[in-house]
T-cell receptor, first 111, second 113 residues
Framework: EDQVTQSPEALRLQEGESSSLNCSYT??????LFWYRQDPGKGPEFLFT???AGEEKEKERLKATLTKKESFLHITAPKPEDSATYLC????????????FGAGTRLAVHP | DADVTQTPRNRITKTGKRIMLECSQT?????MYWYRQDPGLGLRLIYY???????NKGEISDGYSVSRQAQAKFSLSLESAIPNQTALYFC????????????FGDGTRLSIL
């Protein structure tokens, strides 16, 4: 069964304290791994797509990496405005663009 | 203006009522989706549509129905609402090419008493 597990559930950081969020997945034939950011009262906002092991994507203080079993979202020198829930999703095998979502990691960055 | 607009943003209603949630998009995408989000759970797919004449059930379609009125409009109905349908509901769109990201609206918070 296709499955996505994110850890930790919640993470509290001090401003400038770098860390990583984990997304472990089991899927038959990965066809894309997606990272989203979700702010309270808002819908998920697309960040990155990764397609193959070894691929990396960067945007400002965020860097996403992918292996055959997991993805990491590295946050370098975070700021309070990086506080949000980060969602990971994988595209499952099959004929349509079905995404399997993890439950998310709630990140709080304090000044 | 938002690319994917959902109405209403909040709704409180009673058990047994019929409810319609609406979604419209200006992105020009063919594919549209309805998800629900519950605390501690990932987003789960209710229905999806690849074009006006193509509508498919997702993993949790029981108790829900949809209508694709036009390329830009996709509505979700709860025929007879029950309390365990209390959740956040999101509409999303994507391009027709496989592997493209989905883009989400800001959701409808639905409470069923």
């Amino acid at each position: 069964e296709d499955q996505v597990t994110q850890s930790p559930e919640a993470l509290r950081l001090q401003e400038g304290e770098s860390s990583s969020l984990n997304c472990s997945y089991t899927v038959s034939g990965l066809r894309g791994l997606f990272w989203y950011r979700q702010d309270p009262g808002k819908g998920p906002e697309f960040l990155f797509t990764l397609y193959s092991a070894g691929e990396e994507k960067e945007k400002e203080r965020l860097k996403a990496t992918l292996t055959k079993k997991e993805s990491f979202l590295h946050i370098t020198a975070p700021k309070p405005e990086d506080s949000a829930t980060y969602l990971c999703a994988v595209r499952a095998s099959g004929g349509y663009n079905k995404l399997i979502f993890g439950a998310g990691t709630r990140l709080a960055v304090h000044p | 203006d938002a690319d994917v607009t959902q109405t209403p943003r909040n709704r409180i209603t009673k058990t047994g009522k019929r409810i319609m949630l609406e979604c419209s998009q200006t992105k020009g995408h063919d594919r549209m989706y309805w998800y629900r989000q519950d605390p501690g759970l990932g987003l789960r797919l209710i229905y999806y549509s690849f074009d006006v004449k193509d509508i498919n059930k997702g993993e949790i379609s029981d108790g829900y129905s949809v209508s694709r009125q036009a390329q830009a409009k996709f509505s979700l109905s709860l025929e007879s609402a029950i309390p365990n349908q209390t959740a956040l509901y999101f509409c999303a769109t994507s391009e027709g090419t496989a592997g493209q990201p989905q883009h989400f609206g800001d959701g409808t918070r639905l409470s069923i008493l």
